[in-house]
């Protein structure tokens, strides 16, 4: 054997083809979804109703997966064939800020309604993702919140917590 077949045995046998993982999960995830609406009893026959958001996910997820598909085909992963080791860690501040985001939420979602809860929610992650704007990042979580909350409450009549806020 060779010194370059060698290093190919070495590296292993693999195709580089293992990021299709994502593309599989995500495919799942969205026939999940249809399953879901599929069994959905809808008792209301509003347009576009409560099944209209879950196909738009569905319909995005099926083409996310197939582009991703067809990308990672077309341009194989060239480190899973290397011999190549990166270390890796975990940032667990950032891990923290996002857990911490998410229990604030589940708890104070009722106390402070949907716009507060999850533009606090919001703001968590912008932090973990060590964001240095605060000022930039509070507007637009408020903003998103806010849009949310009306797109789910007022055109989906959708009811979602209002909380502290349900009085103005």
């Not at 599929?38 to 099944?51: K, R």
Request: hydrophobic share 55%; glycine share 10%; net charge neutral.
């Amino acid at each position: 054997m060779t010194t370059q077949a060698h290093e190919s045995a070495a590296a292993g046998s693999g195709t580089g083809r293992g990021a299709l993982v994502v593309p599989g999960i995500l495919a799942v995830a969205s026939t999940l979804v249809v399953i879901g609406n599929l069994m959905m009893d809808v008792q209301s026959s509003d347009t576009p109703g409560p099944t209209f958001f879950p196909w738009l996910l569905a319909i995005a997820g099926y083409a996310l997966a197939a582009a991703l598909a067809v990308h990672y085909v077309r341009n194989p992963d060239e480190l899973a064939r290397s011999e190549r080791r990166f270390r890796t860690y975990t940032d667990w501040v950032s891990v923290g800020w996002i857990v911490g985001g998410i229990v604030a939420f589940a708890v104070l979602l009722n106390v402070l309604g949907w716009i507060l809860a999850a533009a606090l929610l919001f703001w968590c992650v912008t932090r973990a993702f060590a964001s240095k704007r605060p000022l930039f990042d509070i507007s637009a979580a408020l903003l998103m919140s806010s849009f949310v909350f009306l797109v789910f409450g007022v055109l989906l009549d959708v009811p979602l917590p209002s909380g502290i806020l349900g009085g103005l």
